[in-house]
């Protein structure tokens, strides 16, 4: 493993992609007639991601698995508690840091129809974050593009087209291109499939999986969904009320989650860690 270690077991360990500590998000909702109340949306939060591994975030509706994510971008500032991304503090950014950390840190989102300019083609989505962020111009601009729209599915000829033209699952495609467009350390996917039919939701997890795999990516993949996590995910957390009450790799919440919230989640859904019909398909054939 290349990239930066730390000792501090006296094992050379890559340096966390991502440390949080303690972090705590409290939301002042104002009332009608300045009535004020507080909603703790996440509560002192603590785990790390390694690079290549793909962590899910799991728990019902409203637990904070959204704000959570949304800390790590700094799209919200916690209330409590220390992030550190690629070894900094993610505090005090600003300006130039803020947009590099942004550029390293990406978040794909639920809905792709929002997530897209609608006036703007495929290739200028993908061209302006390649020109900014990795400067590429002429011909080396054009083989980027060329590649990225290859590796999430879509072929060349989608280049001058808008967003309006493409389904769901494609825009999803899209946005994962721009995504890894910047090279990003760490995707966050917010409950990427849940807008798309479920036929469509297995090609988009089989993308995923697939790309982690070529590509070495690091995922936090937030669903309430446990069997698409189960696709997906080495480890996971699970959240309740914005506390994150336990975090196990998976095989071990399949076989023994520790806490009784968890084992309820796991047992209403019985075919988590079972493949995705277009593997046992394949397998079958
Ligand atoms: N900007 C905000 N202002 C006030 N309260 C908020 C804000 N954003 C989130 N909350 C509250 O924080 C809590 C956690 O919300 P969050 O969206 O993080 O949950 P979630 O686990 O992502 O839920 P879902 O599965 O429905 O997406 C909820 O009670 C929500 O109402
Ligand atoms: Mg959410």
Do not use: W
Request: aromatic content about 4%; overall charge positive; proline content about 5%.
């Amino acid at each position: 493993m290349t990239g930066p270690v730390d000792r501090d077991e006296g094992v050379r360990r890559p340096i966390p992609v991502l440390e949080v500590r303690g972090v705590s998000k409290v939301f002042r909702s104002g009332g009608s007639f300045g009535a004020q109340h507080m909603v703790t949306a996440v509560k002192d939060a603590s785990f790390e991601i390694r690079p290549g591994e793909a962590f899910g975030l799991i728990g019902e509706s409203g637990s904070g698995k959204s704000t959570l994510g949304r800390l790590l971008l700094r799209l919200e500032e916690p209330t409590a508690g220390q992030i550190m991304f690629m070894g900094t503090d993610i505090a005090h950014l600003t300006g130039v840091q803020l947009r590099r950390l942004r550029a390293g840190m990406q978040m794909v989102f639920q809905d792709p129809f929002n997530a897209l300019n609608p006036s703007m083609t495929v290739r200028r989505a993908l061209a302006e974050p390649l020109k900014i962020h990795r400067k590429l111009r002429g011909a080396a601009l054009d083989a980027e593009i060329a590649r990225l729209l290859d590796i999430v599915g879509l072929s060349a000829s989608a280049q001058g087209r808008l967003p309006r033209e493409f389904s769901g699952g494609q825009r999803q495609r899209i946005c994962l291109a721009r995504a890894l467009a910047l090279q990003p350390k760490l995707i966050v996917l917010d409950e990427p499939t849940s807008a798309l039919d479920v036929s469509v939701q297995a090609q988009i997890i089989n993308l995923l999986v697939d790309l982690k795999q070529q590509l070495n990516l690091t995922y936090i993949f937030i669903s309430h969904d446990l069997s698409v996590i189960g696709q997906v995910c080495d480890r996971i957390g699970v959240m309740r009320r914005g506390e994150l009450l336990e975090i196990t790799s998976r095989d071990q919440f399949i076989v023994n989650p520790e806490t009784e919230y968890a084992r309820s989640l796991r047992d209403a859904v019985p075919e988590i860690g079972r493949p995705l019909p277009d593997f046992a398909a394949e397998k079958a054939a």
